[in-house]
């Protein structure tokens, strides 16, 4: 048996470039003609589901599972199915569990429970149609189908290795240690994909042997799926690690491509290998399909050069909003770069605008990702500088913790002293000894007063600090302005309040 030594020792002869012979071939879909038809219409990434991740395709390509949290107060949580026809509704099969993964026949799902039964982690099956009482198979996480529909690879912390899971007699068979988690089993049920601290991404025989060092990129964390043909794997990172969605050749040595802007999670292949589905992983939560042919073009697409999309899928009303909304980003992205400048720091150049028809809020900003709200717009139609706020996040671009009354001042001074014009008395102030953590237009205002009157370009150093990480804390305004932040906020108040 090969323990995890081996593992890494083996990696040590496949640093040269190598080839794998993979034999599978994809298995044919045999959609309805609904979701024939929804699939065809997909040309750009769609979002299916809502408060939903860790989705994973159905053999015949109909429908897909997914998990919703438990924890969750809007909808209740359990493992779903969603029939692909852009109708249904989602099914509800369990209570409970995460990770699920459909058998290649069609008629199981496993998943992982926690705290049931006894054990942190266990491995459940039940039928795809929610009919009977899910089944217990034993502890594990992380559940991947050996080909064959009656046996499992999982993770087994107990054993710190692979086990071989047995669903009707429950016999376990270890496989090999294993050095990772997350184990992504190939459709043929003999190779896996790990990553290795500083190295990149490795696949292997499932006994450690063959190991082919497929990409010397380190990554941060790997969630991963193989295509149906076995020769890609899509993979992304940890929810939060901040990740895009990779392609890889699982095949050879090379280096993985992009292919999408967010920081999108939890890949799984159709069974033609034509579409792929993943999660937004926190905060949002939504099940995404993307067309791998639309994939692939995003990793042409130059990182370098500017570039706006807009997606009003699902609110192709507001249309002519979005589209005014899109130009006031061309028009504004330079500009702001140029007001809050960092000496070589990179600001991401390609934006994605976007309505969301469900939640009550105004917008939010995800990386690249700027989401509004369309109730919001139909009911403050003339609020278009809202997307100037979030466009300001979009070039903040903090990687690092920054306090969010800052990270919201900052953006608030830009749009309404810069960009809408406001006067300094426009600006709303509070009695308060903190109130300059009262963030948005207070903050702002706050800002503008600092600006015009006592530290021109603080600003921009404050926003410098914020993007490299190295903000003091509250001491920065007295290092810059020779007063303590709590005493400018005095004297910014005694000036308002005798201005009024």
Same mark, same amino acid.
């Given at each position: 048996m090969k323990t995890a030594r081996h593992f890494i020792l083996a990696l040590g002869l496949s640093i040269a470039p190598a080839f794998f012979a993979y034999s599978a071939e994809p298995q044919p879909m045999k959609p309805d003609d609904a979701v024939s038809a929804f699939l065809q219409?997909?040309? $750009?990434?769609?979002? @299916?589901?809502?408060?939903?991740?860790?989705?994973? !395709?159905?053999?015949?390509?109909?429908? *897909?599972?997914?998990?919703?949290?438990?924890?969750?107060?809007?909808?209740?949580? %359990?493992?779903?199915?969603?029939?692909?026809?852009?109708? &249904?509704a989602?099914?509800?099969?369990?209570? &409970? /569990?995460?990770?699920?993964? !459909?058998?290649?026949?069609?008629? +199981? *799902?496993?998943y992982v429970d926690e705290a049931k039964n006894g054990v942190p982690q266990s491995i459940w099956?039940?039928?795809?149609? %929610? $009919?009977?009482?899910? $089944?217990? *198979?034993? #502890?594990?996480?992380?559940?991947n189908w050996f080909p064959d529909s009656e046996s499992l690879l999982v993770y087994s912390p107990e054993d710190s290795g692979l086990l071989k899971v047995n669903i009707k007699t429950k016999q376990r068979e270890k496989v090999t240690d294993f050095p990772y988690p997350y184990p992504c089993l190939s459709p043929d049920g003999k190779r896996v994909a790990f990553p290795v601290s500083g190295r990149g991404v490795i696949t292997s025989n499932l006994d450690g042997s063959q190991a082919i060092l497929n990409s010397s990129t380190p990554v941060s964390s790997f969630l991963g799926r193989w295509s149906p043909d076995g020769k890609?794997?899509?993979?992304? %990172?940890?929810? /939060?690690a901040g990740m895009k969605l990779y392609v890889l050749d699982a095949t050879?040595?090379?280096?993985?491509?992009?292919?999408?802007?967010? &920081? +999108?999670?939890?890949?799984? !292949?159709?069974?033609?290998?034509?579409?792929? @589905?993943?999660?937004? /992983?926190?905060?949002?939560?939504?099940? !995404?399909?993307?067309?791998v042919s639309a994939a692939h073009a995003k990793t042409e697409v130059d990182e370098n050069v500017f570039g706006v999309t807009l997606d009003v899928s699902q609110a192709p009303e507001l249309e002519d909003w979005g589209n005014e909304a899109k130009q006031l980003i061309e028009d504004w992205y330079g500009r702001i770069c140029n007001l809050i400048p960092t000496k070589d720091f990179s600001v991401p150049k390609r934006i994605r605008l976007r309505f969301r028809s469900e939640g009550g809020g105004v917008a939010e900003t %995800?990386?690249?990702?700027?989401?509004?709200? #369309?109730g919001w717009v139909k009911q403050h139609p003339d609020d278009i500088g809202l997307v100037f706020h979030e466009l300001v996040h979009v070039v903040q671009h903090y990687t690092h913790r920054a306090p969010g009354w800052l990270t919201e001042g900052i953006a608030d001074y830009l749009r309404w002293a810069i960009f809408e014009g406001k006067p300094q008395d426009w600006f709303p102030y509070s009695d308060k000894p903190d109130g300059y953590r009262d963030s948005y237009r207070v903050t702002g205002g706050f800002f503008l007063w600092l600006e015009t009157d006592r530290a021109p370009g603080i600003v921009k150093k404050l926003n410098t600090a914020l993007r490299l990480g190295n903000y003091p804390g509250e001491e920065f305004f007295e290092r810059e302005t020779g007063m303590s932040v709590r005493d400018l906020w005095a004297e910014y108040l005694k000036e308002r309040k005798t201005a009024s």
């Open positions: 219409g997909i040309k $750009e990434p769609v979002r @299916v589901a809502t408060q939903a991740a860790q989705a994973y !395709w159905s053999p015949d390509g109909n429908s *897909i599972c997914f998990t919703r949290k438990p924890d969750n107060q809007d909808v209740p949580g %359990g493992v779903f199915t969603l029939r692909l026809d852009g109708e &249904s989602p099914v509800r099969v369990t209570e &409970s /569990g995460k990770d699920p993964v !459909w058998s290649p026949d069609g008629q +199981w *799902i496993a099956v039940t039928d795809a149609a %929610g $009919e009977k009482q899910p $089944e217990f *198979i034993g #502890s594990g996480g992380y559940p890609r794997l899509a993979f992304g %990172g940890f929810p /939060g050879t040595t090379g280096e993985p491509a992009a292919i999408t802007e967010e &920081s +999108w999670t939890r890949p799984a !292949w159709s069974p033609d290998g034509l579409y792929i @589905v993943c999660d937004s /992983g926190a905060p949002g939560y939504e099940v !995404w399909i993307t067309p %995800g990386g690249t990702r700027i989401s509004v709200f #369309s």
